[in-house]
């Protein structure tokens, strides 16, 4: 334990992991800019807009839940919905938890906040690389957290400022989808997977016609089901 | 709609979710079954989002030649197939669409 937060070495974990995320911030400002954007569209006030990137912290979850607010949808299923896109982060916490297992309580509930797509992407490279459980520090997760949630920040403030300012006829809605197009059809690399996406593609347009979004979540678990059965194993 | 309940519950939402495992499951094992399924959890959710941006306009299918969505998402499709490129996606699938927007009557 004190040689994991022996000051130098946490400082010197701390850099090494903001220099490992630094590659990932060149992919995730532009997302920032285009929440902010997408938020202030939706009509949201900039405040809270700048609010969500801090308390809720997840851009897939951020893009839907402005989507999501647009049409009014209730309190109730927005959460649920919130919760679902996020529930991948189970995975996440589960894969991280042996590393950070003799860690001090207060180091497992900050981290907890950090667990993000990519700072988990770039951590648990690292765990598995150095191997040896004992001697890891929390500095290099620190450090690729941090990063990642200032870049973070940062961006949304641009977004927000630009939302403003930017006009309607440009059809910038249109870059929720694009970006997920962009996150999701490189993952595409097995049966099941592309079972899930096409089942949940085809429910979710002939079901947008229920109320409150009801039809994205049908859609999601009728995606997953299907591509459970439907994957190598299944 | 007040939108600071959002914030609140949804962000209590998904840090007890990166929270959980750090907490509950710092010695044990995910079961398999779970991890397959919250594998697919991606590809379901985001496919049917976007589908939905695609296809529907008001909650209506709207199909025709004249949706100019649904050109500019193939061309996304392709380019983030190809080359994995999220800023390409972004720019071939906006410049399609703009592109279009302009062209067709």
Same mark, same amino acid.
């Given at each position: 334990m004190s040689e994991q937060n022996d000051?130098?070495r946490l400082?010197a974990e701390f850099?090494r992991g903001?220099?490992a995320?630094?590659?990932?911030?060149?992919?995730?400002?532009?997302?920032?800019?285009?929440?902010?954007?997408?938020?202030?569209?939706?009509?949201?006030?900039?405040?809270?807009?700048?609010?969500?990137?801090?308390?809720?912290?997840?851009?897939?979850?951020?893009?839907?839940?402005?989507?999501?607010?647009?049409?009014?949808?209730?309190?109730?299923?927005?959460?649920?919905?919130?919760?679902?896109?996020?529930?991948?982060?189970?995975l996440y916490s589960a894969s991280v938890a042996p590393y950070l297992q003799p860690l001090r309580p207060a180091w497992k509930?900050l981290l907890a906040?950090?667990l993000?797509?990519?700072a988990y992407a770039v951590t648990i490279a690292e765990y598995q690389r150095s191997g040896n459980l004992p001697k890891h520090s929390p500095g290099f997760f620190l450090g690729a957290g941090?990063?990642?949630?200032?870049?973070?920040?940062?961006?949304?403030?641009?977004?927000?400022?630009?939302?403003?300012?930017?006009?309607?006829?440009?059809?910038?809605?249109?870059?929720?989808?694009?970006?997920?197009?962009?996150?999701?059809?490189?993952?595409?690399?097995?049966? *099941? =997977?592309?079972? &899930?996406? +096409?089942?949940?593609? !085809?429910? @979710?347009?002939?079901? $947008?016609?229920?109320?409150?979004?009801? *039809? =994205?979540?049908? &859609?999601? +678990?009728?995606?997953? !089901?299907? @591509?459970?059965?439907? $994957?190598?194993?299944? | 709609?007040?939108?600071?309940?959002?914030?609140?519950?949804?962000?209590?939402?998904?840090?007890?979710?990166?929270?959980?495992m750090i907490l509950l499951f710092s010695r044990r094992q995910i079961?398999?079954?779970?991890?397959?399924?919250?594998?697919?959890?991606?590809?379901?959710?985001?496919?049917?989002?976007?589908?939905?941006?695609?296809?529907?306009?008001?909650?209506?299918?709207?199909?025709?030649?004249?949706?100019?969505?649904?050109?500019?998402?193939?061309?996304?499709?392709?380019?983030?197939?190809?080359?994995?490129?999220?800023?390409?996606?972004?720019?071939?699938?906006?410049?399609?669409?703009?592109?279009?927007?302009?062209?067709?009557?």
């Amino acid at each position: 334990m004190s040689e994991q937060n022996d000051p130098p070495r946490l400082a010197a974990e701390f850099w090494r992991g903001v220099r490992a995320e630094a590659p990932l911030l060149i992919g995730v400002a532009p997302f920032g800019m285009i929440y902010g954007v997408l938020a202030l569209s939706a009509g949201m006030p900039p405040a809270a807009a700048q609010a969500m990137s801090a308390m809720v912290f997840a851009g897939s979850a951020q893009f839907i839940t402005t989507q999501l607010y647009a049409t009014a949808t209730p309190l109730i299923l927005i959460v649920l919905t919130i919760f679902v896109v996020n529930l991948r982060h189970l995975l996440y916490s589960a894969s991280v938890a042996p590393y950070l297992q003799p860690l001090r309580p207060a180091w497992k509930f900050l981290l907890a906040y950090l667990l993000t797509d990519e700072a988990y992407a770039v951590t648990i490279a690292e765990y598995q690389r150095s191997g040896n459980l004992p001697k890891h520090s929390p500095g290099f997760f620190l450090g690729a957290g941090l990063a990642l949630w200032a870049c973070w920040q940062a961006s949304t403030a641009v977004g927000v400022f630009l939302g403003a300012n930017l006009p309607q006829s440009w059809s910038l809605d249109f870059t929720l989808a694009l970006t997920f197009i962009a996150i999701i059809v490189p993952t595409l690399k097995e049966r *099941g =997977l592309v079972a &899930a996406a +096409l089942i949940a593609s !085809l429910i @979710g347009v002939v079901s $947008g016609g229920l109320p409150y979004k009801l *039809g =994205l979540l049908l &859609a999601t +678990l009728l995606g997953i !089901l299907g @591509g459970y059965w439907l $994957g190598e194993e299944g | 709609m007040n939108i600071w309940y959002i914030l609140l519950l949804g962000g209590a939402a998904t840090y007890l979710t990166r929270l959980s495992m750090i907490l509950l499951f710092s010695r044990r094992q995910i079961p398999p079954r779970l991890e397959r399924a919250l594998r697919l959890v991606p590809a379901a959710v985001f496919s049917a989002i976007i589908a939905q941006e695609v296809f529907l306009q008001n909650g209506q299918l709207n199909l025709s030649f004249h949706n100019e969505r649904i050109a500019a998402a193939l061309a996304a499709t392709l380019v983030a197939w190809r080359t994995r490129n999220v800023l390409l996606t972004l720019a071939v699938g906006m410049a399609t669409l703009w592109a279009l927007q302009m062209t067709l009557p």
